[in-house]
T-cell receptor
Framework: NAGVTQTPKFQVLKTGQSMTLQCAQDMNHEYMSWYRQDPGMGLRLIHYSVGAGITDQGEVPNGYNVSRSTTEDFPLRLLSAAPSQTSVYFCASSPGGLGELFFGEGSRLTVL | ELKVEQNPLFLSMQEGKNYTIYCNYS?????LYWYRQDPGKSLESLFV?????AVKQEGRLMASLDTKARLSTLHITAAVHDLSATYFCAVDPFQGAQKLVFGQGTRLTINP
């Protein structure tokens, strides 16, 4: 049982480049979300989805795009990377309701 | 603005001692989560507290929730080195929307 799988685990970008962080879950969860973790700030919600075809913004959505074409996948796109987007990104999924979030292993992104 | 504040942010303690981490939040939430994170790793769910007065225990960790005071505590009993980690609390102010708001984290170091 793989749970929540994120790729890549590490990535270095130059300012202005674009890239996609991949997230897949095999638990048939309806809810999926992306968080970023920065030192001293906990985790902050970027985007989330309550099902295929439905997405919404979180606390810090600027510079990021998402789509949810299937229940399993929830990719996060950086449109034009900036140094302020250097962070560790976590994807999470949940069955919703009273359920907890299950997190992926994280993707460490550095933007030069 | 919704705030989730943990206290203390850093805690160094000796094995065998007891201590409590506090989590205050500024808006109504009927559920609260505690997570553990080891360095460079993902977040592991510890407890989900779903009602006022809820208390859950797992080994040397016990969590409680007072929704009226908007306060949760994570109590560590007779600490051991293996409990060294960063602990996060999080609330779900949107009543099941799974849009968690995290505290800053408490980095716990337990010395032999």
């Amino acid at each position: 049982n793989a749970g929540v799988t994120q790729t890549p685990k590490f990535q270095v970008l130059k300012t202005g480049q674009s890239m996609t962080l991949q997230c897949a879950q095999d638990m048939n969860h309806e809810y999926m979300s992306w968080y970023r973790q920065d030192p001293g700030m906990g985790l902050r919600l970027i985007h989330y989805s309550v099902g295929a075809g439905i997405t919404d913004q979180g606390e810090v959505p600027n510079g990021y795009n998402v789509s949810r074409s299937t229940t399993e996948d929830f990719p996060l796109r950086l449109l034009s990377a900036a140094p302020s987007q250097t962070s560790v990104y976590f994807c999470a999924s949940s069955p919703g309701g009273l359920g907890e979030l299950f997190f992926g292993e994280g993707s460490r992104l550095t933007v030069l | 603005e919704l705030k989730v504040e943990q206290n203390p942010l850093f805690l160094s303690m000796q094995e065998g001692k007891n201590y409590t981490i506090y989590c205050n939040y500024s808006t109504t939430s009927d559920r609260l989560y505690w997570y553990r994170q080891d360095p460079g790793k993902s977040l592991e769910s510890l407890f989900v507290l779903l009602s006022n007065g809820a208390v859950k225990q797992e080994g040397r960790l016990m969590a409680s929730l007072d929704t009226k005071a908007r306060l949760s505590t994570l109590h560590i009993t007779a600490a051991v080195h293996d409990l060294s980690a960063t602990y996060f609390c999080a609330v779900d102010p949107f009543q099941g929307a799974q849009k968690l708001v995290f505290g800053q984290g408490t980095r716990l170091t337990i010395n032999p």
